[in-house]
């Protein structure tokens, strides 16, 4: 949804309704988002609470310890926190589309390529702090461009249009939310080396799950100013 962001002081939310489930998120989180990629992707009726996370309820450290989103309550009042966690639950518990290969070597790939890939958002972290301070880029855009180098290999090895094989699976959604980002970072000039996520980027942004999720650049771009400032109410941006 797209209602404000519960803060502090805002009273627990009911319980979950029967034949839904509930997800905890914040509009510009890239986890959340992959939260939400597969319960589109997968049509899973859910609900949408979104949580403040520079000024989170007290009550929300029942449903993720660490304070993150995402977090999944069930309507019987089971909690299940951590993106990844997250994510495999949806993929096991809900008939549909299975975005997990069930051959164990394959399953095995799409994590290490997850893992890779937690590489890539160690340096857009440092690049968001770079930009906010105005800071030179090249020194992170070039560590940039040697991490994605990898992963157009990867790519390349495999022979496929996505990085699970010839459709979209799990380990698309669990890195896509960072590609957005890649937009409105000003680094997205780093993909013109690597032609095969470029392609693979084109091909992401026609999933319908994809589109469903998808947020503005400049929606994005408002939100990062205002939350590196410290802004407590930047997750409310454009509402």
Same mark, same amino acid.
Request: aromatic fraction near 10%.
């Given at each position: 949804?797209?209602?404000?962001c519960?803060?502090?002081?805002c009273?627990?939310?009911g319980?979950?309704?029967e034949g839904?489930?509930?997800v905890?998120?914040?509009?510009f ?6 939260a ?5 992707? @997968? ?11 520079k000024?989170?309820?007290?009550w929300?450290f029942e449903?993720?310890p ?8 069930t ?8 993106s990844?966690?997250?994510?495999d639950y949806?993929?096991?518990?809900y008939?549909g589309k @299975?975005?997990t ?9 799409? @994590? ?6 937690? @590489? ?14 105005n800071e ?5 855009? /070039? /560590?940039?461009q ?6 157009d ?8 249009h ?26 997205k000039?780093?993909?013109n080396k690597?032609?095969l ?18 947020? /503005? ?5 408002s ?9 407590l /109410? ?6």
């Open positions: 949804g797209s209602e404000k519960l803060a502090k002081g009273p627990t939310p319980p979950v309704p839904t489930i509930r905890y998120s914040m509009r989180c890239p986890y959340a988002q992959s939400r990629l597969v319960l589109a992707a @997968k049509e899973i009726k859910h609900e949408v609470i979104n949580i403040n996370l000024n989170q309820p007290d929300f449903k993720s660490s304070g993150l989103v995402p977090s999944l309550e309507s019987n009042g089971q909690v299940i926190y951590e990844p966690i997250v994510c949806l993929d096991e518990v008939p @299975k975005l290969p069930a051959d164990p070597f394959q399953k095995a790939q799409q @994590k290490m390529t997850v893992e890779h890939f937690s @590489k890539v958002t160690a340096v857009l972290y440092k690049i968001l702090c770079a930009k906010a301070n030179d880029l090249s020194g992170a855009k /070039e /560590e940039l040697e991490k994605l180098l990898k992963l290999e990867i790519l390349a090895k495999q022979n496929s996505f990085f699970g094989g010839s459709e979209v699976s799990m380990v698309d959604y669990m890195i896509w939310p960072w590609f957005e980002l890649l937009i409105i970072f000003d680094v000039d780093c993909l690597t032609p996520i470029d392609k693979w980027c084109q091909q992401m942004l026609q999933d319908p799950a994809v589109k469903a999720t998808y947020i /503005e650049p400049d929606a994005m771009l939100f990062f100013k205002l939350y590196i400032q410290g802004d /109410e930047a997750c409310d941006y454009g509402l």
